[in-house]
């Protein structure tokens, strides 16, 4: 088993029957699914919106090269800087160069998962440079040393208390355990640090080949002041968040607000497409992006799974899943967690060591029916794992083949089929007696499930009974 | 070879095996969008209607005054009960204009401006380039609601728009941005919809995360 299947197996043991971890989390979804649902009525057809949303990712995806290079083209036309990295370390080389070049000390960051993917805040606090996340939750695990929960909630596993705690101990400011109270403490905290700060970074939403513009989604203003205050703004964006024309975001921003956090439309969706231009009265000397592969290419080249590119980010997906929502966001030991993650980090990381993430899965299909792009998650993950078995040996174990030899001719015969259900159901009987202990063959499924008993009649003998 | 070159070889390389969508193909027109999005009201009064009952949802403040007499005594009304100290704003006749009627110290952003400063400030009042009724939202540039700052510093945000000023839904606001724009580009487009919030402490909604507590739409 590799390391991070071992880490998994371990963490799920031990926070599945945590059941106030799952208490904590069954009401944060619930009040999530309320106002989703109620935002999903409120467009004529939100299937036929699914669907738009997925033929526009298809044919951002599936056009990549020309739409990249015009949204470098259109970007760079207004004075912006754009720097291509093929792998983490040179994100992060590029960045540090931009940092060490600008003599910075503090840097302001908003959410960015592709910065969590390249590890850059240890690469910059490393180097010396103070680092503060603004997004409330972010700052929240920041502190905490923590990486985030959830792609949208990332400190959704933190009651208030827990977080009043930390505030007392890191800020030593928290009057109260009230949210409101609480958000105040950081709103002070992180606006001396936007007034110090020399960079910001960001993350996008989208990038609009079109026009060269990039755009971001929040709720607290926390990226708009990251945008406008620093002398210098660097966005981290992934190749693949290219849409093709400005009036795509009129489906994709209102979609993503729904699916994200229930709302009809995020509180500040930003489109960025330069520095300071002239006549304009603040905003940054300079503005630099830098598009990411990091393994994206690796995903594209498989046309099976291309669509799961097109991923938003929402998070619906891991909000639906029951795997998710047992096992908790940091048991995945991925930056991408839930459904998307299992499905993309075999991609982007390795398939042998991160095969297990496509048995993390009932295989419900709730990921795949709630995805507003409509990634076909579950099957990928079956995918994933034919084709992690497929090209290693080619052929199943000794043990694997010895079970379909004999099974083949019982399940073949129907006498000799019906012969094995009486046996076992006597054997049900037996193993009653030793039910949980250590000589209980069943004793792996057991251990955490109910073991349903066979029916005392089976339908052929119903049928000749019907019969009679 | 560049990253970039080796970035493209890698797409191009990858896209020699074709995909197949299951949900056709051809990006979609702006009808196709109307078609599937929330529906907006046909009359210019219903889409009033809509915009402030989405205002008011989103507690944001929303008032039609009926001139530039009302507007004043609201924003003195304002700026007593909140006890405004100090006001930014932009050269734009609508917002300069009542801003300074308040005899308060104003800072203007559009010549540049200390951050520091702004940050002392009570109220950002600027003006916007659309509200848009489907969602509630204001819509505001760098070029004119003075800079990408003043909409989001100030803990009290005030827009002062015109009747005329409202669209229907989205694809109109983008729409519109790219008629007036497409040439030459602002640095930032904002949309706002609604004050500053964060729900990331117990999914509870806390206004004023960051940026403006309170967010005041008055319409002439
Ligand atoms: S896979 Fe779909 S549902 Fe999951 S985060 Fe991405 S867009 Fe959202």
Same mark, same amino acid.
């Given at each position: 088993m590799s390391a991070p299947a071992t880490h998994f197996n371990e963490d799920a043991r031990r926070v599945a029957p945590d059941t106030r971890h799952r208490g904590i989390i069954q009401t944060a979804m619930g009040k999530y699914e309320v106002v989703r649902d109620q935002r999903k009525l409120l467009f004529q057809d939100w299937q036929g919106a699914r669907n738009l949303a997925a033929r526009t990712k298809f044919e951002a995806v599936n056009h990549l090269d020309t739409h990249l290079a015009e949204f470098a083209?259109?970007?760079?036309?207004? #004075?912006?800087?754009?720097?291509?990295?093929?792998?983490?370390?040179?994100?992060?080389?590029?960045i540090l160069g931009i940092l060490r070049d600008k003599q910075a000390k503090v840097i302001v960051k908003s959410k960015a998962m592709t910065s969590e993917e390249i590890h850059l805040n240890d690469a910059m606090e490393h180097a010396g440079y103070e680092v503060v996340e603004s997004d409330l939750g972010e700052y929240i695990v920041q502190l905490r040393k923590e990486p985030p929960y959830h792609l949208v909630f990332p400190a959704m596993h933190l009651t208030r208390g827990e977080i009043k705690?930390?505030?007392?101990?890191?800020?030593?400011?928290?009057?109260?355990?009230?949210?409101?109270?609480?958000? !105040?403490?950081?709103?002070?905290?992180?606006r001396k640090k936007y007034l110090q700060a020399d960079v910001g970074i960001t993350g996008a939403n989208f990038a609009i080949a079109e026009t060269g513009i990039i755009s971001i989604t929040e709720n607290e203003g926390n990226a708009r002041l990251t945008a406008a205050l620093p002398k210098t703004m660097i966005t981290l964006v992934g190749i693949e968040k290219i849409l093709p024309r400005l009036e795509d975001l009129a489906l994709f921003l209102p979609m993503l607000a729904v699916m994200g956090t229930g709302q009809a439309l995020t509180c500040y969706n930003t489109m960025y497409g330069g520095p300071r231009q002239p006549g304009e009265a603040d905003g940054p000397e300079e503005y630099h992006v830098v598009l990411l592969d990091n393994q994206r290419t690796t995903l594209l080249a498989d046309a099976e799974?291309?669509?799961?590119? #097109?991923?938003?980010?929402?998070?619906?997906?891991?909000?639906?899943?029951?795997?998710?929502?047992?096992v908790g966001g940091h048991t995945y030991g991925t930056v991408y967690g839930g459904p998307i993650g299992s499905v993309i980090t075999p991609h982007l990381r390795g398939l042998q060591q991160w095969k297990h993430l496509s048995y993390a899965s009932s295989l419900c299909g709730a990921c795949t029916e709630t995805c507003p792009v409509k990634i076909d998650l579950h099957h990928h993950l079956l995918q994933n794992r034919r084709n992690a078995s497929a090209p290693t040996t080619g052929k199943p174990?000794?043990?694997?083949?010895?079970?379909?030899?004999?099974?083949?001719?019982?399940?073949?015969?129907?006498?000799?089929?019906?012969?094995?259900?009486?046996?076992?159901?006597?054997? !049900?009987?037996?193993? #009653?007696?030793?039910? #949980?202990?250590?000589?209980?063959?069943?004793?792996?499924?057991?251990?955490?499930?109910?073991?349903p008993p066979i029916a005392k009649q089976s339908f052929r003998e119903w049928w000749k009974e019907q019969g009679k | 070879m560049s990253e970039r070159e080796n970035i493209f070889n890698r797409i191009r390389e990858a896209l020699t095996v074709e995909a197949h969508s299951h949900n056709g193909t051809g990006l979609p027109t702006t009808a196709e969008h109307r078609g599937v999005m929330p529906p907006v009201g046909a009359s210019e009064d219903e889409r009033f209607a809509l915009f402030a009952k989405n205002a008011s949802d989103l507690k944001a403040t929303f008032k039609l005054v009926k001139d530039a007499g009302e507007l004043t005594a609201e924003l003195r009304a304002l700026r007593d009960t909140e006890k405004w100290q100090r006001v930014a704003t932009h050269k734009s006749p609508l917002a300069q204009t009542h801003a300074i009627g308040l005899g308060l110290p104003t800072l203007v952003t559009d010549d540049g401006y200390d951050k520091h400063d702004m940050e002392q400030c009570d109220v950002g009042i600027s003006v916007c380039d659309a509200l848009i009724a489907q969602t509630g939202t204001v819509l505001v540039t760098s070029r004119n609601s003075g800079g990408r700052a003043l909409s989001c510093l100030p803990p009290h945000h005030v827009v002062i728009a015109r009747r005329e000023q409202l669209v229907a839904d989205l694809p109109a606001a983008f729409a519109m941005v790219k008629k007036?724009?497409?040439?030459?580009?602002?640095?930032?487009?904002?949309?706002?919809?609604?004050?500053?919030?964060?729900?990331?402490?117990?999914?509870?909604?806390?206004?004023?995360?960051?940026?403006?507590k309170k967010l005041t739409i008055f319409c002439l």
């Amino acid at each position: 088993m590799s390391a991070p299947a071992t880490h998994f197996n371990e963490d799920a043991r031990r926070v599945a029957p945590d059941t106030r971890h799952r208490g904590i989390i069954q009401t944060a979804m619930g009040k999530y699914e309320v106002v989703r649902d109620q935002r999903k009525l409120l467009f004529q057809d939100w299937q036929g919106a699914r669907n738009l949303a997925a033929r526009t990712k298809f044919e951002a995806v599936n056009h990549l090269d020309t739409h990249l290079a015009e949204f470098a083209r259109n970007i760079e036309a207004r #004075g912006t800087k754009v720097h291509w990295a093929s792998n983490a370390e040179q994100a992060r080389n590029i960045i540090l160069g931009i940092l060490r070049d600008k003599q910075a000390k503090v840097i302001v960051k908003s959410k960015a998962m592709t910065s969590e993917e390249i590890h850059l805040n240890d690469a910059m606090e490393h180097a010396g440079y103070e680092v503060v996340e603004s997004d409330l939750g972010e700052y929240i695990v920041q502190l905490r040393k923590e990486p985030p929960y959830h792609l949208v909630f990332p400190a959704m596993h933190l009651t208030r208390g827990e977080i009043k705690d930390l505030f007392q101990k890191k800020l030593n400011d928290a009057p109260s355990d009230d949210p409101e109270a609480l958000t !105040m403490v950081a709103r002070r905290a992180l606006r001396k640090k936007y007034l110090q700060a020399d960079v910001g970074i960001t993350g996008a939403n989208f990038a609009i080949a079109e026009t060269g513009i990039i755009s971001i989604t929040e709720n607290e203003g926390n990226a708009r002041l990251t945008a406008a205050l620093p002398k210098t703004m660097i966005t981290l964006v992934g190749i693949e968040k290219i849409l093709p024309r400005l009036e795509d975001l009129a489906l994709f921003l209102p979609m993503l607000a729904v699916m994200g956090t229930g709302q009809a439309l995020t509180c500040y969706n930003t489109m960025y497409g330069g520095p300071r231009q002239p006549g304009e009265a603040d905003g940054p000397e300079e503005y630099h992006v830098v598009l990411l592969d990091n393994q994206r290419t690796t995903l594209l080249a498989d046309a099976e799974q291309r669509d799961a590119l #097109g991923c938003i980010r929402c998070g619906a997906c891991l909000n639906v899943c029951p795997i998710f929502r047992n096992v908790g966001g940091h048991t995945y030991g991925t930056v991408y967690g839930g459904p998307i993650g299992s499905v993309i980090t075999p991609h982007l990381r390795g398939l042998q060591q991160w095969k297990h993430l496509s048995y993390a899965s009932s295989l419900c299909g709730a990921c795949t029916e709630t995805c507003p792009v409509k990634i076909d998650l579950h099957h990928h993950l079956l995918q994933n794992r034919r084709n992690a078995s497929a090209p290693t040996t080619g052929k199943p174990s000794f043990l694997q083949k010895l079970a379909f030899k004999i099974f083949a001719p019982v399940a073949n015969k129907p006498a000799l089929w019906s012969l094995t259900t009486k046996l076992s159901r006597i054997g !049900m009987k037996l193993r #009653g007696l030793v039910n #949980g202990s250590a000589i209980d063959p069943a004793q792996a499924w057991t251990k955490t499930r109910d073991l349903p008993p066979i029916a005392k009649q089976s339908f052929r003998e119903w049928w000749k009974e019907q019969g009679k | 070879m560049s990253e970039r070159e080796n970035i493209f070889n890698r797409i191009r390389e990858a896209l020699t095996v074709e995909a197949h969508s299951h949900n056709g193909t051809g990006l979609p027109t702006t009808a196709e969008h109307r078609g599937v999005m929330p529906p907006v009201g046909a009359s210019e009064d219903e889409r009033f209607a809509l915009f402030a009952k989405n205002a008011s949802d989103l507690k944001a403040t929303f008032k039609l005054v009926k001139d530039a007499g009302e507007l004043t005594a609201e924003l003195r009304a304002l700026r007593d009960t909140e006890k405004w100290q100090r006001v930014a704003t932009h050269k734009s006749p609508l917002a300069q204009t009542h801003a300074i009627g308040l005899g308060l110290p104003t800072l203007v952003t559009d010549d540049g401006y200390d951050k520091h400063d702004m940050e002392q400030c009570d109220v950002g009042i600027s003006v916007c380039d659309a509200l848009i009724a489907q969602t509630g939202t204001v819509l505001v540039t760098s070029r004119n609601s003075g800079g990408r700052a003043l909409s989001c510093l100030p803990p009290h945000h005030v827009v002062i728009a015109r009747r005329e000023q409202l669209v229907a839904d989205l694809p109109a606001a983008f729409a519109m941005v790219k008629k007036i724009y497409s040439a030459n580009y602002p640095s930032m487009i904002s949309f706002i919809t609604g004050p500053s919030r964060t729900g990331d402490i117990e999914r509870i909604l806390v206004l004023g995360a960051h940026g403006p507590k309170k967010l005041t739409i008055f319409c002439l």
